[in-house]
């Protein structure tokens, strides 16, 4: 039976636009009427909570408020679909030849899940990308209150797919201590590189192109599972 694979989203499917995301939270700055370098780092500072605890109007109205705004309930629904907008703009990005590797695994017969530290509007435009349909189970952050490195995250996603985590194989760029998190559940571990070297003191296999990873775990199907460290696959 081929391995499930479980990957992360942000530089690992699709690029994490971070640039963007700034400029984005400085536009909905303006509309709340605060300093936008002053909301830009407020987003920065409470990404943990934006991550398991509010959604995109709770964040604007909380960050603004903080800041000494006073928006109206308008404002925030202004503000908020911008944040909406760039989310669905970003999961559109995803190019044909990563679509095609998704595509290429799950004709190898491999059930495919999700694990991203996500915001909220990430989670609500998810269903429309064009990522959603490739996948068996999709585990957001915002959805289960918890993020990577968290061990119950792997696990849930895990669980979903109906198999053990030591059956699993990750793959994504690092981000988060992500690749920790999942070998200490007994995953087995692989890091990319495509979209950003975000981990490059990680100890176990990298790639550097999405393209090359059906054959690379087609050639190591016969291995047996990873050690936490060696980033065998099978």
């Not at 409470?46 to 398991?52: E, G, I, K, M």
């Not at 408020?65 to 925030?76: A, F, H, K, S």
């Not at 909406?84 to 044909?96: E, M």
């Not at 989670?123 to 490195?149: I, T, Y």
Request: proline share 4%.
């Amino acid at each position: 039976m081929s391995r499930p694979v479980i990957f992360d989203l942000f530089h690992t499917l699709v690029h994490g636009a971070d640039d963007e995301r700034d400029r984005v939270v400085g536009e909905m700055a303006l509309v709340v009427g605060v300093a936008p370098a002053a909301l830009v780092a407020a987003y920065h500072a409470t990404w943990r909570d934006r991550l398991v605890r509010w959604d995109v109007e709770e964040t604007v109205r909380i960050l603004a408020g903080r800041l000494g705004g006073t928006p109206t309930d308008e404002q925030v629904t202004r503000a908020g679909g911008h944040r909406r907008a760039l989310a669905r703009r970003v999961l559109g990005t995803v190019s044909t030849a990563t679509l095609d590797v998704l595509d290429a695994l799950r004709d190898d017969g491999r059930s495919l899940a999700l694990i991203s530290n996500a915001t909220s509007e990430t989670a609500e435009a998810w269903p429309q990308s064009p990522l959603a349909r490739r996948f068996d189970v999709a585990v957001f952050s915002c959805e289960v209150g918890l993020a990577k490195p968290h061990p119950a995250i792997y696990r849930i996603a895990a669980e979903r797919l109906g198999v053990a985590p030591a059956e699993c194989v990750f793959v994504g760029d690092g981000a988060d201590g992500e690749l920790a998190g999942a070998a200490a559940v007994g995953m087995n571990v692989l890091r990319t590189t495509e979209h950003n070297d975000t981990d490059p003191s990680w100890g176990g296999r990298a790639f550097a192109t999405l393209g090359d990873l059906p054959a690379l775990l087609r050639e190591s199907a016969g291995l047996s599972s990873a050690s936490t460290s060696d980033g065998r696959v099978g």
